[in-house]
């Protein structure tokens, strides 16, 4: 399996304007995560899925981000309009559910992208 | 709620020498505890996971940790530092309760490894 993939690997853009992160996860996990990484807050978990569904958003800043999961294949986070406090690393990982032939062990494990780079001026 | 501390925003080392990453962890119920590490420009990689079997668990590249519940701690340790240790280590752990598949972050330890 390839991993998680994400695209674009980095992104500049100006202020303003609409930005579309792309993930692509493992083939077979039912959870899908969104994350965001800056020097000042760390690491934060914005949104994750389950079976395509979204099941917590409470870590989205504002309206401005928008997360979807049309398939078990693909996920896009949509920030509109951009500013520059969203500049970051943002990461998707996915992970096993509890399912039939599931250990503990292996779903509670999260497989990470390379990450997007976003950069907006 | 679950919490992680990481004592230490930046460790150095020399290479050869012991590395001791320190992880607290603040949880109402038995925790899932992780180590991952995050090499320059990459995602996260699982180095370790503790999932209430062994304390003493063992990961990737000679680094272990153990769970310690009196002290709630899961240290990193390795015993002898590479120079492709040097990285960022992360704690984190699983949010309890049925259903919930979160991890939180600790907010990290840069290791540096001096030749």
């Known amino acids: 399996d390839a991993g998680v993939i994400q695209s674009p690997r980095h992104e500049v853009t100006e202020m303003g304007q609409e930005v579309t992160l792309r993930c692509k996860p493992i083939?077979?996990?039912?959870?899908l995560f969104w994350y965001r990484q800056t020097m000042m807050r760390g690491l934060e978990l914005l949104i994750y899925?389950?079976?395509?569904?979204?099941?917590?958003d409470s870590g989205m800043p504002e309206d401005r981000f928008s997360a979807k999961m049309p398939n078990a294949s693909f996920s896009t986070l949509k920030i509109q309009p951009s500013e520059p406090r969203d500049s970051a690393v943002y990461f998707c990982?996915?992970?096993?559910?509890?399912?039939?032939?599931?250990?503990?062990?292996?779903?509670?494990?999260?497989?990470f992208g390379p990450g997007t780079r976003l950069t907006v001026l | 709620a679950q919490s992680v501390t990481q004592l230490g925003s930046h460790v150095s080392v020399s290479e050869g020498a012991l590395v001791l990453l320190r992880c607290n962890y603040s949880?109402?119920?038995?925790?899932?505890l992780f180590w991952y590490v995050q090499y320059p420009n990459q995602g996260l990689q699982l180095l370790l996971k503790?999932?209430?079997?062994?304390?003493l668990v063992k990961g990737i590249n000679g680094f272990e940790a153990e769970f310690k519940k009196s002290e709630t701690s899961f240290h990193l340790t390795k015993p002898s530092a590479h120079m492709s240790d040097a990285a960022e280590y992360f704690c984190?752990?699983?949010?309890?309760?049925?259903?919930?598949?979160?991890?939180?972050f600790g907010k990290g330890t840069k290791l540096s490894v001096i030749p």
């Open positions: 984190a752990v699983k949010h309890s309760g049925a259903g919930s598949y979160q991890l939180t």
């Open positions: 949880s109402s119920v038995p925790p899932y």
């Open positions: 899925f389950n079976n395509n569904v979204p099941i917590d």
């Open positions: 083939s077979g996990h039912d959870y």
């Open positions: 503790y999932t209430s079997a062994a304390t």
């Open positions: 990982a996915s992970s096993l559910g509890p399912g039939q032939g599931t250990s503990i062990s292996s779903y509670n494990e999260q497989f």
